[in-house]
């Protein structure tokens, strides 16, 4: 039987809390998992001035698939590099993947299904800043292989859905980045004619994915604007903490909550691990386990309907734990 080698990062905050209710959903399965830890972060950062060590980045890249909590980016420490996109820049991990789909939540319109693809590895994320006490420029960077291999994951997985792309821009002030992205994004969409395809720009974006999200699709787009588009989309769905993520490049894959640590209720119990479960069910479709992945998503709608054993996030007064019995108990495998 197959053996997949997954390195397990908690990170910090409710990382801690969340990822081992997805591994322990994921102990369910019938499937053979190698887990390895690795540790990354601030308090890394503290003791050896990297917030990823090259030995952790070597131990990582044993691995098939990494399953990530979240890590706390501390404000105003110069010289601290963010372990996340230090990771995301290292295994280029060049796509990120945001579902955004309806789930079973009391009070949500069932008819949301979109995807943001997000480029992950560039853009105004580029951490080339300069300056001093009167002025600061931070560099956006935009290339057009960068862009190429990112419209191409999103093509892609248009051709498995509703065949619709939209290209989030704002060329019209953005001329040269955003044109070079949109350009480039345009031309590999010839390789795809039965692909509807249109460009918007992020502020139209933002208003119409609260007003028609229906519209929607795939989204393609850059680094910050995915960023902050998947947020605003997370809260037609039910939050942060219902929304997972895949990081997918040639060699490595990394999937994590869209959530962060959330310090405001880290150690309480409370954080709702659906997110991080969704996020191992993305690890799962990766694998090509779709008979697992789709029981665990049909367990977490039940749990779901019953409204039973919810966290507070969805109104109700459950703890993490529970919510993650209750879909073990759904789960028929
Ligand atoms: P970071 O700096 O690590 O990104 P943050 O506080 O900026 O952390 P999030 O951690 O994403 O951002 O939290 C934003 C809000 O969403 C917080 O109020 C948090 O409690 C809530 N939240 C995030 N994830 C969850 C979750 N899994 N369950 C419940 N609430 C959550």
């Known amino acids: 039987m197959v053996m997949y080698k997954v390195a397990l990062i908690p990170g910090d ?3 801690k809390e969340v990822i081992p209710e997805a591994v322990r959903v994921l102990k369910q399965t019938n499937l053979n998992f190698d887990f390895s830890f690795a540790e990354i972060g ?3 950062w503290k003791k050896t001035g990297q917030s990823v060590t090259e030995d952790t980045l070597e131990e990582i890249k044993k691995n098939q698939a990494i399953l990530f909590g979240a890590t706390t980016t501390p404000n105003g420490i110069k010289n601290y590099k963010s372990a996340i996109l230090t990771l995301r820049k290292s ?14 939540i009391k009070g949500i319109r069932n008819d949301i299904d979109l995807i943001i693809v997000r480029e992950n590895t560039e853009g105004l994320y580029s951490e080339i800043e300069f300056g001093d006490n009167n002025s600061v420029y931070t560099i956006r960077v935009i290339t ?4 190429e291999r990112i419209a191409k994951v999103a093509f892609n997985i248009a051709n498995t859905r509703r065949k619709k792309v ?15 992205f949109r350009d480039t994004c345009l031309n590999i969409q010839k390789e795809y004619p039965d692909i509807e395809t249109n460009e918007m720009y992020i502020d139209t974006t933002a208003l119409n994915i609260i007003i028609k999200p ?10 910050l604007f995915g960023d902050i588009l998947s947020d605003e989309a997370a809260g037609l769905i039910g939050g942060l903490g219902v929304t997972p993520s895949a990081n997918i490049g040639e060699k490595y894959a990394l999937f994590e909550p869209v959530h962060g640590s959330a310090p ?12 991080a479960i969704l996020s191992a069910v993305m690890m799962l479709q990766y694998f090509q386990e779709k008979k697992y992945a789709d029981k665990i998503e049909n367990a977490i709608n039940i749990v779901l309907k019953e409204a039973k054993y919810l966290t507070p996030d ?7 734990k529970d919510f993650t019995d209750a879909v073990i108990s759904s789960l028929d495998f």
């Open 13 to 15: 905050g409710i990382g």
């Open 42 to 44: 601030y308090d890394v």
């Open 91 to 104: 295994l280029d991990l060049y796509a990120n993947i945001r579902p955004i789909k309806s789930y079973q």
């Open 144 to 147: 057009k292989t960068a862009s």
């Open 166 to 180: 939209t290209i989030v821009t704002k060329t019209n002030i953005l001329r040269k980045s955003c044109g070079l």
């Open 214 to 223: 229906e519209y929607f699709d795939v989204i393609l787009t850059t680094n």
């Open 264 to 275: 405001d209720i880290a150690g309480k119990g409370i954080a709702n691990p659906m997110a």
């Open 314 to 320: 969805l109104g109700g007064n459950n703890t993490t």
